[in-house]
C-alpha cells in the first residue's frame, strides 16, 4: 500500500529565516506530487505540483519554491520567510492520470 | 474567483439524522468531483467521488449527489454519527489532470449528541 509522510509536523520559525518541509511517498512509482497550504478562512490552496524530477509547476507567486530531487521526494522552501506564510501546508500525491489526491499529515508553520 | 463554493462555513445536526452538505462549482470544464474529510491538524482524507457522467453515488452511509445543469453537488450522511463532526472540503479537477483540485473553504460539520 501507499504511504506519505511530511515532516517536520509543527515548525516556529522567525520571520526571515529559511524554510524547508519534506516530504516521501512510498509504494508507487513516478507519482504526481503537490503542496497545499490552509490558511485560516481560505480553505486548501494549491501552491506547487509535480508531474516528475526537477518539473515543478507554481500556481500562486510567492516567495515559497518547490524541488523534487528524486521520484518520490517533495521539498517546500523559502530563503526569507514572511508572517504571512504561516499556516498548515499539506503534501500530496495521486496516481498518473488519477483523480483522487491523498494527502499526508500536515505541517503546521508559524512565523513570529 | 471562486471556483468551487460551499456557503455553509458550519452545519449543526443531531445525532441519527441527515447531514447534507452542499456545493457549487461555476467551471463548465470540471467533471469530477469528491469530497474530503478533515480532522483538525490532520491532513485531509478522501471521504467519496462522483464523474460527471453520473448523477449519484453511493458508499455506505455517504451519497454523493450531481446537478450538472446546476452545477450543484451534495453530499449526504445517513445517519450522522459523532464521528462525523469534522470539516468537509468539497473539490473538483478536469480530466485526471496532473495539476491537482479545486477546493471549496469547507463547512464544519457539528454533530449534536
Known amino acids: 500500500s501507499q504511504t506519505i509522510h511530511q515532516w517536520p509536523a509543527t515548525l516556529v520559525q522567525p520571520v526571515g529565516s529559511p524554510l524547508s518541509l519534506e516530504c516521501t511517498v512510498e509504494?508507487?512509482?513516478?507519482?504526481?506530487l503537490y503542496w497545499y497550504r490552509q490558511a485560516a478562512g481560505r480553505g486548501l490552496q494549491l501552491l506547487f505540483y509535480?508531474?516528475?524530477?526537477?518539473?515543478i509547476s507554481s500556481e500562486v507567486p510567492q516567495n515559497l519554491s518547490a524541488s523534487r530531487p528524486q521520484d518520490r521526494q517533495f521539498i517546500l522552501s523559502s530563503k526569507k520567510l514572511l508572517l504571512s506564510d504561516s499556516g498548515f501546508y499539506l503534501c500530496a500525491w495521486a496516481r498518473v492520470a488519477g483523480n483522487t489526491i491523498y494527502f499526508g499529515e500536515g505541517s503546521w508553520l508559524t512565523v513570529v | 474567483d471562486q471556483q468551487v463554493k460551499q456557503n455553509s462555513p458550519s452545519l449543526s445536526v443531531q445525532e441519527g439524522r441527515i447531514s447534507i452538505l452542499n456545493c457549487d462549482y461555476t467551471?463548465?470544464?470540471?467533471?469530477?468531483f469528491l469530497w474530503y474529510k478533515k480532522y483538525p491538524a490532520e491532513g485531509p482524507t478522501f471521504l467519496i467521488s462522483i464523474s460527471s457522467i453520473k448523477d449519484k453515488n453511493e458508499d455506505g452511509r455517504f451519497t454523493v449527489f450531481l446537478n450538472k445543469s446546476a452545477k450543484h453537488l451534495s453530499l449526504h450522511i445517513v445517519p450522522s454519527q459523532p464521528g462525523d463532526s469534522a470539516v468537509y472540503f468539497c473539490?473538483?479537477?478536469?480530466?485526471?489532470?496532473?495539476?491537482?483540485?479545486?477546493f471549496g473553504k469547507g463547512t464544519h460539520l457539528i454533530i449534536q449528541p
Open positions: 509504494g508507487t512509482s513516478n507519482p504526481n
Open positions: 473539490a473538483a479537477t478536469t480530466g485526471g489532470g496532473a495539476d491537482g483540485l479545486t
Open positions: 509535480s508531474v516528475g524530477i526537477g518539473q
Open positions: 467551471n463548465s470544464m470540471f467533471d469530477y
